[in-house]
């Protein structure tokens, strides 16, 4: 059985249209199932940034601001990032952390549907944590109501008194796909707004804002935008929402005419009114330079990679854990998977420093998941085949 | 005459103790005299982010949250910006822009004073605009009232309707010192909080932030700190008002366990609290490279050589510029002056493009003000010497 899944590997790995962009990743021979915390350095990212240092800060200095395109950098960044989120030209902004961005998306969102029988702020219940705390900050900022609800719930509780839902595209524990079209229907329908928060499905899967309808929408590039530790987070406001979109944190950034310094503010036009303050050019440039690795590959394309792996991943697991020694989190349905895998594990923690120590880094979400994602700019069959061997041999009844 | 102010620049340069640390920044033959807008790049900076990047983002990936120190980053930073502030440890965290501070911390600053009878927030109407854009947001936000008052006036604007006042230390313009102090003071005896923003004197002069009884300060790192383009901001919360302060931005970084991704929200204690979402690592640990320049520097030598370079340069201007061409804005009391001078000057914007064709750099604040930044670290007197002889050729009549 192991032969012939590492022979199916090979052959999947050779078939695989994408398993020539490993090579602009600075990879060694770790499996690195841990993407989706924080992408792999793609290997001209420390050239460009090396070329920010010196060049353009080091002998340009002040003039970068200008010649360097550094002023411009977060809209210009957004227009990167939009076609990877299914978002036409203008819509999305960069700079900031996602919290940051979901204080200034579902305020936003609370002021653009400013009816005050609307009390309610719907946050989904199985949310990435910091979006609830800043959510509940939102709401007690704009004198409405926290409502948390798990996904599936969603629609039933959605009604006249729904403000703004703000809901998770991809579970970050699980790795559950929660249909965006649909729920995004069902939050219309109720005369609400809808916020995503894409930190875990941008770059791993379809996501279709503009198709879909979105509203407003958040999302973080260190994970399969691979932009690097801590690296800016990103906020797309829809078209037809931003003449109105009043952001509450209106710095000098997001003014009509920055370099005017004028006491009263005017917002600029377009995604740009979701700027602050200076942005911050090292993260933000390494940003920019990390997404060169998408310059013609097709979010189609890593979605049906990323499909076909954790569906092998999962096949290897079964053929070669002891049984009953984990449990999959992950849903079998595709439509309702994003790009990892979650198991849960008695001792969940040791294992998964095992894992580690044995060149298979996924991660720990206590007290008891072990994280796996799939990466597929450079994951490969091999890797999802490997991993499973060594966890198959950590977990065996006879291992120290 | 402008032979024995060159031969009194060569003097007082050789006299110069700081007059070393000008090797320690990777600079030219430019008189750079915009310090006050990007700081100039330390030599050393370099090759610590190729390491940040190459080896603990490339090699180690996710285990540098833990490994290379990222995850503490934020107060760890802090604490080396605090003695330069006059904070003791504990009080400092850096972190998002210089905004996104200000609205934490008049928010906060409200809400530590949160008797409903104080209406105000009185905010320096000569301030860098963000400010005021932001605390009137936060007014918004708290329902609170924003008062633009004039340093000058502040006393006696202040009231038992004052809850909060944010004040800059050095008006970005002008060049003009407040005096902390005693408006600190006065803040206090009218009941209220004082928050004061740094931005164009921490690095230049010394604060006691600590000392003054000052409540919450903000400052950006990319100007007299030198922690390049847009790197981060940093907050000052006293000790004594860490336990109360609520931050309008809960992020999970300011959780008391952020691992345990509990969904209700409790703080973590000391200058932690004021963090929000995932730190942008890059510009973080430029910014820490960035400070060792300081090691073993004291800022009352810098303040003495800050004094004396503008004393110098505005004699110089004195002697060699054609009488009426230029007007000073920076006040001539050295209780008075931060580490800039600001000259009035007909056709500013054509005359600022000449001097940095010439060598010369500082900036322009519109329409008609030249702005030249004096950073004791790296610029000497025959810097100044030689920036004043450039402006006398530029407003020359007889100059193309």
């Not at 979650?342 to 007290?367: F, S």
């Amino acid at each position: 059985m192991s032969e012939s899944l590492a022979a199916r590997a090979a052959a999947l790995d050779a078939a695989d249209e994408l398993a020539g962009l490993r090579k602009l990743f600075a990879l060694d021979d770790t499996v690195y199932l841990d993407g989706n915390s924080l992408g792999a350095l793609p290997a001209h990212v420390p050239g460009r940034v090396a070329d920010v240092v010196n060049r353009q800060w080091g002998e340009l200095r002040i003039r970068s601001w200008d010649e360097s395109g550094w002023w411009t950098a977060p809209e210009r960044i957004g227009d990167r990032i939009a076609p990877l989120i299914g978002a036409a030209p203008g819509q999305v902004v960069v700079g900031d952390s996602t919290s940051v961005n979901v204080f200034k998306a579902v305020v936003g969102a609370v002021r653009l549907n400013a009816d005050e029988s609307r009390t309610d702020i719907v946050v989904d219940a199985t949310t990435f944590p910091t979006d609830g705390y800043i959510a509940e900050s939102a709401a007690r900022m704009t004198g409405r109501r926290l409502v948390p609800v798990a996904p599936a719930d969603l629609p039933s509780a959605l009604g006249p008194q729904t403000a703004v839902a703000l809901v998770n595209h991809v579970d970050y524990r699980t790795g559950r796909l929660h249909d965006l079209p649909s729920l995004t229907a069902a939050i219309h329908e109720a005369g609400a707004l809808a916020v995503w928060d894409l930190c875990h499905s941008a770059g791993a899967l379809p996501v279709g804002v503009d198709g879909h309808g979105v509203d407003l929408a958040v999302g973080c590039t260190y994970k399969y935008l691979n932009g690097g530790p801590g690296s800016p987070a990103y906020l797309y406001v829809a078209e037809r929402h931003q003449q109105a979109f009043d952001s509450p944190l209106p710095g000098w950034n997001s003014h009509v005419d920055p370099f005017a310094m004028t006491g009263g503010f005017a917002a600029a036009d377009g995604a740009i009114r979701g700027r602050v303050g200076t942005p911050d050019i090292l993260s933000m440039l390494a940003l920019e330079a990390a997404l060169d690795v998408w310059d013609g590959v097709s979010v189609d394309s890593v979605r049906a990679k990323s499909l076909a792996l954790t569906d092998f991943f999962l096949e290897c697991v079964e053929a070669y854990v002891p049984r009953g020694s984990v449990t999959s989190l992950t849903p079998a349905e595709h439509a309702e998977r994003g790009s990892q895998v979650a198991l849960r594990c008695a001792d969940a923690p040791a294992v998964m420093e095992k894992l580690i120590k044995q060149g298979v880094v996924g991660d720990l979400r206590r007290p008891d998941v072990l994280r796996f994602g799939f990466t597929p700019l450079y994951v490969g069959f091999a890797d999802a085949e490997r991993a499973a061997a060594v966890l198959a041999a950590v977990l065996a009844p006879d291992t120290a």
